[in-house]
């Protein structure tokens, strides 16, 4: 079988559905249990719990990962349809480890595995262990499907009651809440725990074919939909996360788009963080607000981040992406209940931050989060971009090629590079034009930053176009 599109990327393994689903399914599970067993035994009968998402190869895919998970000796147990970081809060509840079968935001004929040792998320290296063992069970197992796996169904409700234990029954009655359902596998909770905290909830835009929400690069339709829901309903924000609920998509009362690492802003706000843990893409007006330490982008880079942070003496640690998925790094002690810690994307802790924001302030979001007086910061992505013309284009922008460096002078003088993940280039007027490679598909991500919202739309698709030329010539 064909596996070439199979490869982790920032966060798990992807790939094209048609590619993953059978054998290679069933081998990178073998091998993932293999390296967790190396890394530190598991006992014989040890339960191993199974998430997805609503891909329509998502159910088939977990049946070989169930089937899997009991030959190498071990129980499956089928957690269904169930966020990410839901999956991830039950499995370390009970020191096991844990696999999501989710595509994230990538389009549907695409999906992937997100593998999760009995503390946490994978580190790189757990991912070089895997890939080894893979090589290795390769040639020599045969696959099938298990459709009779043990069901937990309180995954889900865990993951709910953790939040609706830290706050009051009606703390947010005062809140409408728009809820933009698409195809997000937390669409029915996030309902059910609004309700629970007394928000006047409503349901928008719920589908049954596949809605790849990406929260970085918002598709043109998704826009004009929240301008649209909030210019006809007197919403107090619209909230949504993106296919397997890791990443939060936030509008305030205007439907204006929140980016996500101003979410980690509110966030880290909220719960007085002393120390927040960014990728480089984040807005660089973090810097004078919070201590800030900066990373490759990626969760396991994130969470390498939080856990440095908190070995220096930091106490309150907050990791966030731009991509607005949030990551507690240590617990958080409420009046009601304390909020463990969770060191993976979760998207429903910044959505309940910035309701706290708005009950406790007093102020609508926009002005919320206008008082962080974030630079203006786009971002895109050119898909169809194989990584090897990505990674040339780059290197190529490294060693200061003659002709793209003639090619960037209408951008200004370039006063430094940052090459933390792919290349940050910074000009003397503070402005910056940011590549990287996608970790989870043939994409080139653009990030642009300026002083106002002109300059970083006209970096952004200068910098588009220039890419755009650049790799299809490579």
Same mark, same amino acid.
């Not at 809820?179 to 937390?186: F, L, N, R």
């Not at 910056?432 to 991500?445: D, F, M």
């Given at each position: ?65 169930? $089937? ?5 000796? %071990?129980? &499956? !147990? /089928?957690?269904?349809? =169930?966020?990410?970081?839901?999956? +991830? ?113 409503? $349901? ?5 074919? %596949?809605? &790849? !929400? /990406?929260?970085?690069? =918002?598709?043109?339709?998704?826009? +004009? ?250």
């Amino acid at each position: 079988m064909t596996t070439h599109s199979l490869k982790f990327g920032t966060s798990g393994l992807r790939g094209l559905a048609s590619e993953l689903c059978g054998k290679p399914a069933y081998d990178y599970t073998l091998a993932f249990l293999k390296a967790m067993n190396d890394r530190q035994p598991i006992k014989a009968k040890a339960k191993v719990f199974v998430g997805q998402d609503l891909r329509p190869s998502s159910p088939q895919i977990a049946q070989y990962c169930l $089937a899997a998970i009991q030959d190498m000796g %071990f129980t &499956p !147990v /089928d957690c269904g349809l =169930l966020p990410t970081p839901a999956l +991830s809060f039950y499995a370390m509840r009970q020191h096991a480890p844990c696999i999501m079968i989710t595509g994230s935001h990538i389009p549907d004929d695409r999906n992937g595995l997100k593998f999760y040792r009995p503390d946490g998320e994978i580190d790189k290296h757990d991912e070089q262990a895997i890939a080894q063992h893979y090589k290795q069970v390769e040639a020599s197992t045969h696959a099938h499907q298990l459709s009779d796996a043990v069901k937990d169904t309180q995954a889900l409700a865990a993951y709910r009651d953790r939040y609706l234990n830290i706050f009051q029954k009606n703390t947010f009655k005062d809140l409408s809440v728009g809820v933009y359902q698409h195809t997000s596998v937390a669409r029915d909770l996030i309902i059910d725990i609004l309700h629970g905290l007394g928000a006047k909830v409503t $349901a928008l835009g719920r589908a049954d074919k %596949f809605v &790849p !929400v /990406d929260t970085e690069a =918002l598709r043109p339709e998704d826009i +004009s939909l929240l301008k649209q829901w909030a210019k006809a309903n007197s919403f107090d924000l619209i909230v949504s996360t993106d296919g397997d609920a890791d990443r939060p998509l936030i509008a305030d009362e205007n439907g204006d788009f929140i980016r996500g690492d101003l979410l980690g802003a509110i966030t880290a706000s909220w719960l007085n963080s002393d120390q927040i843990v960014v990728p480089v893409t984040a807005n660089s007006a973090l810097d004078n607000r919070f201590n800030t330490s900066r990373t490759r982008v990626g969760s396991p880079y994130v969470i390498q981040g939080m856990e440095q942070a908190i070995q220096h003496g930091a106490k309150s640690v907050l990791g966030f992406e731009a991509n607005g998925g949030v990551l507690l790094g240590s617990d958080v002690h409420f009046e009601k209940a304390m909020l463990t810690a969770l060191p993976t994307r979760d998207a429903l802790l910044p959505m309940l931050a910035c309701m706290s924001q708005i009950t406790a302030l007093h102020q609508p979001l926009s002005a919320i989060a206008a008082q962080f007086e974030f630079r203006h910061a786009l971002s895109d992505r050119l898909q169809d971009v194989p990584h090897e013309k990505s990674g040339a284009f780059i290197q190529r922008l490294s060693t200061q090629d003659a002709s793209l460096m003639k090619a960037l002078k209408p951008f200004g003088t370039i006063q430094q590079m940052d090459e933390t993940d792919g290349i940050r280039l910074i000009f003397t007027d503070g402005s910056t034009l940011h590549y990287r490679a996608s970790g989870n598909a043939p994409e080139l991500r653009c990030y642009a930053e300026a002083s106002d919202a002109h300059h970083a739309q006209h970096i952004l698709q200068q910098g588009l176009n220039l890419a755009d030329h650049e790799t299809k010539g490579v």
